[in-house]
């Protein structure tokens, strides 16, 4: 019989759901959740009465003051984070020191210094850190990497990448607590780390130098307000005069927003759905980055957050040709949808390969299923499966993984307060590429 490995959770936001979902429904057989933990108490009855309809009994619950409690009490293998990003660090070396592994959403954290403290205490305890990176995972991504892996390109020498955030998807991050810098470290850190993620992956290096400009330019009060465009409330539920604004988020017109954020309101203070014209906004909407790696690949980067529709388009030319990835991730009004699941398959995907002195093909992508992109089911297979099938393209990212991609977005940072070029191993020095 096979052992099941215990797991705790800290952090009962929207994310921590496919957590749930998954330990306690596709992998029950393999994985136990043994608790749960959170600033509120709401959240975590909320997900209890979900677990229950999986037909488990209520999980015990511990808020986060109790965290050392909980360990103590029932001693997972495994702590799993989602919480706010500049809390991460807190519950990794914790959960560390405390004898666990431990698996966390991606940012790894925020800043340079929580970095150094979880490899610290990495060092310091001898446990693992996964990041979970789901892009990785998703086909049309693992296709990529499949093709830089058969050097199509060559030597790589240049990636141009832009990522385009929607009225959709991208303004929640101004309505939420991702819009102060000091909670996310800005779209530069919390998203961006992602598709730096990516890069560093698809050309197996980490990043040397680099530079950044940024603007909070679409966003905010001051903006709106320079557009003659004028706001009385601070948030939207309730707020008669926001029925028409269609950037609108209305938090009790949905179960999941209405459990996890509204009914919590009174015991946490934290308001879901605020005016993404509001003040204060303290991150950036449009971003341009330049960087160069450490195997000299030269890198330009573009983030904005308010565009008609959302998706990418990159590129990576090397000795020996060119390949491209567009991809069209969703075209939506501002205000649709439901906003506490992943995002399902692509809505359209394209490979295209440009071989030097040769035809160019179009590169077929495997179908796919689930949340973005279709990776979220397969990264938790790998993650819950007691068989994970072989992964040859090396998805699973470790701290050093975790760390490579926030250190360049980190660095970005630093470059757009200062002006200056970043050289990253002066924030933290990653090992070598081996």
């Known amino acids: 019989m096979t052992t099941r490995k215990r797991y705790a959770l800290v952090g009962a936001g929207a994310r921590a759901g496919m957590y749930v979902q998954a330990t306690m429904e596709t992998y029950r057989d393999s994985c136990e959740l043994a608790a749960l933990c959170d600033l509120s108490q709401t959240r975590m009855d909320w997900y209890n009465a979900q677990i229950q309809a999986y037909g488990a009994a209520p999980l015990p619950t511990f808020k986060a003051g109790d965290f050392d409690k909980m360990i103590e009490t029932v001693r997972p293998d495994v702590v799993i984070v989602t919480t706010m990003d500049a809390t991460h660090h807190l519950y990794i070396t914790r959960a560390m020191e405390l004898g666990c592994d431990a698996i966390t959403e991606k940012p790894m954290t925020t800043d340079e210094t929580k970095a150094r403290a979880i490899f610290d205490a990495i060092a310091r305890t001898g446990k693992s850190l996964r990041v979970t990176f789901n892009y990785r995972y998703a086909p049309a991504f693992t296709r990529f990497r499949a093709l830089m892996m058969e050097g199509v390109v060559g030597q790589p020498l240049n990636v141009d990448f832009s990522w385009m955030l929607d009225t959709h998807h991208g303004a929640d991050y101004f309505r939420r607590w991702h819009r102060e810098k000091h909670n996310s470290g800005g ?248």
Not at 218 to 230: I, T
Not at 288 to 300: D, E, F, P
């Open 187 to 434: 779209l530069m850190v919390h998203k961006a780390t992602h598709h730096f993620d990516l890069v560093n992956w698809w050309i197996d290096s980490y990043p040397q130098d680099v530079f950044a400009l940024g603007d909070l330019k679409f966003y905010g009060e001051a903006n709106a307000e320079a557009r003659g465009e004028h706001y009385s409330y601070q948030r939207y539920t309730g707020v008669p005069e926001a029925e028409d604004d269609p950037f609108a988020l209305f938090l009790d017109r949905n179960e999941a927003l209405k459990g996890l954020y509204l009914d919590a309101e009174a015991e946490t203070g934290y308001l879901r759905d605020r005016n993404v014209f509001g003040a204060p906004v303290t991150i950036e909407d449009t971003m341009c980055v330049t960087a160069r790696y450490r195997s000299g690949v030269l890198m330009s980067y573009n983030l904005i957050a308010y565009c008609p529709w959302e998706g990418l388009k990159v590129a990576i030319t090397g000795t020996k040709g060119r390949i491209e990835l567009d991809i069209i991730e969703a075209v939506e009004q501002a205000g649709s949808g439901d906003l506490t699941a992943s995002k399902g398959p692509f809505k359209q995907a394209r490979i295209r390969a440009f071989p030097m002195f040769q035809a160019p093909y179009e590169v077929d992508i495997p179908a796919a299923r689930g949340g973005h992109g279709g990776g979220d089911p397969v990264m938790l297979a790998q993650i819950f499966s007691p068989n994970p099938p072989e992964d040859p393209y090396k998805r699973a990212a470790s701290h050093i993984d975790g760390a490579a991609s926030i250190l360049l977005g980190i660095s970005a940072n630093h470059s757009m307060r200062t002006g200056q070029l970043i050289h990253v191993d002066d924030l933290l020095k990653l090992p070598e590429k081996v």
